[in-house]
């Protein structure tokens, strides 16, 4: 079946240290993968997705298929980039995707 | 920009309420998805749909039931509320085309519908 893990349900971090959230993930296709983030009163939105291979608000992510992981990082947090984030996996040949159960990333200034 | 909007942004039901969560989509979306998201257990997919009159089960249908009875608007149905459904309910459209994988695809959300179940 196919799952999502984030094993990390908070992470704390200050003002321009690194961040990396981690994913992994469990499918046996070809896995299609996303990062979604939520700020405070805001909606779900739709971060970076892996195939574009794109640089969103200084986030990459990187498709490991040997450790099945889809890390999210970040060289120096920002105090706006506390939000939530989901990692989610989109089911090969369909328009469903299964979420992770979230990361809370705190900057601390 | 696409605008997907969810009736209520609060509701308070009582055990054993029916109950009418409603979502509508402004950009002739084809799929629309109703997900609940708690705490911990982050988001969980109930209902979806591809088309009109159409419906699968998510993951979490139990006690759940939806009606798609126009393109753009996808209503999820709590027939008998329980305390147990006590949730931050999250619609969600996607552009799709039933049965092809895109992979352009992206999910819009909702603001959601913080229902409480008393």
């Known amino acids: 079946a196919q799952r999502v893990t984030q094993p990390e349900k908070l992470l704390s971090v200050f003002k321009g240290a690194p961040v990396e959230l981690k994913c992994n993930y469990s499918y046996s296709g070809s896995p299609e993968l996303f990062w979604y983030v939520q700020y405070s009163r805001q909606r779900l939105q739709l971060l970076l997705r892996?195939?574009s291979r794109e640089s969103i608000k200084g986030f990459t992510a990187d498709l490991n298929k040997g450790e099945t992981s889809f890390h999210l990082k970040k060289p120096f947090a920002q105090e706006e980039d506390s939000a939530m984030y989901y990692c989610a996996l989109l089911q090969g040949g369909s328009e469903k995707l299964v979420f992770g159960k979230g990361t809370k990333l705190t900057v601390n200034p | 920009d696409v605008k997907v909007t969810q009736s209520s942004r609060y509701l308070v039901k009582r055990t054993g309420e029916k109950v009418f969560l409603e979502c509508v989509q402004d950009?002739?979306?084809?799929?629309m998805f109703w997900y609940r998201q708690d705490p911990g257990l982050g988001l969980r997919l109930i209902y979806f749909s591809y088309d009109v009159k159409m419906k699968e089960k998510g993951d979490i249908p139990e006690g759940y039931s939806v009606s798609r009875e126009k393109k753009e608007r996808f209503s999820l149905i709590l027939e008998s509320a329980s305390t147990n459904q006590t949730s931050m309910y999250l619609c969600?459209?996607?552009?799709?085309?039933?049965?092809?994988?895109?992979?352009?695809?992206?999910?819009?959300f909702g603001s959601g519908t913080q229902l409480s179940v008393l």
């Open positions: 950009m002739d979306h084809e799929n």
């Open positions: 892996h195939i």
């Open positions: 969600a459209s996607s552009l799709g085309k039933q049965g092809v994988f895109a992979t352009n695809e992206k999910l819009f």
